[in-house]
């Protein structure tokens, strides 16, 4: 049986939260992987779906977080969470916040009309669905789909991307409400159908 890392650092767990609330960046950091293991977890014994598995978090190259088989075809997620500074109670569990859809780092992307363009701009078509942790809309772990290629692209505003990319590229900030609004959903299912 793995040793707790409490017991390994010798901290308690008041201590590691002291820790956490100080550094914010290290709270968002820590966040992002625990909302990609709830992910991964709620897909777990889900009808149909098999060969669940955790992608490399240093390719940059293949996009997506986990995937799985679903009537024979390969889906990649991609795991978000919620900006928690930008969420916000609209009463009667009714939310609005924005999640940031976008890579780590900037890279160079081969577009479709043959540019090459660095950015951090996630593609159309680099990943088949994104999973939204909705965590920071009452600290309850549900979570939103939509497919990849019915994400908003970047407005005409955005610097660096011309107008002949927009169309290959998804925004980096993206609104999403509770309850949901198309293009999201709970039901991950209603998705899978529609690519099979």
């Known amino acids: 049986m793995k040793q707790s890392i409490l017991d390994k650092w010798e901290i308690s767990d008041i201590e590691l939260t002291n820790i956490v609330d100080e550094n914010p960046s290290l709270r968002g950091f820590i966040f992002g992987y625990v909302s990609e293991y709830k992910a991964r977890s709620f ?60 890579a780590s780092d900037k890279r160079e992307i081969l577009l479709p009309n043959g540019h090459l363009v660095t950015t951090t701009c ?28 019915d994400l908003p692209h970047p407005s005409n505003r955005t610097k660096n991307i011309s107008d002949d990319d927009r169309q290959y590229l998804i925004k980096s900030l993206i609104d999403i409400t509770w309850p949901l609004k198309p293009p999201f959903t709970d039901n991950i299912y209603n998705l899978l159908e529609e690519f099979i």
């Not at 996630?122 to 990943?127: D, I, K, T």
């Open 43 to 102: 897909f777990i014994n889900k009808d149909g779906i098999t060969n669940l598995k955790k992608y490399d978090d240093h390719d940059r190259k293949d996009k997506g977080d986990i995937s799985f088989l679903y009537k024979g075809k390969e889906f990649k997620i991609e795991v978000k969470s919620l900006q928690t500074n930008l969420t916000k109670n609209l009463g009667d569990d009714v939310w609005s916040g924005k999640f940031q859809c976008d």
């Open 122 to 149: 996630l593609a159309v078509g680099e990943f088949d669905i994104v999973a939204i942790s909705l965590f920071s809309f009452g600290e309850k772990w549900r979570f939103a789909f939509a497919k990849n290629a």
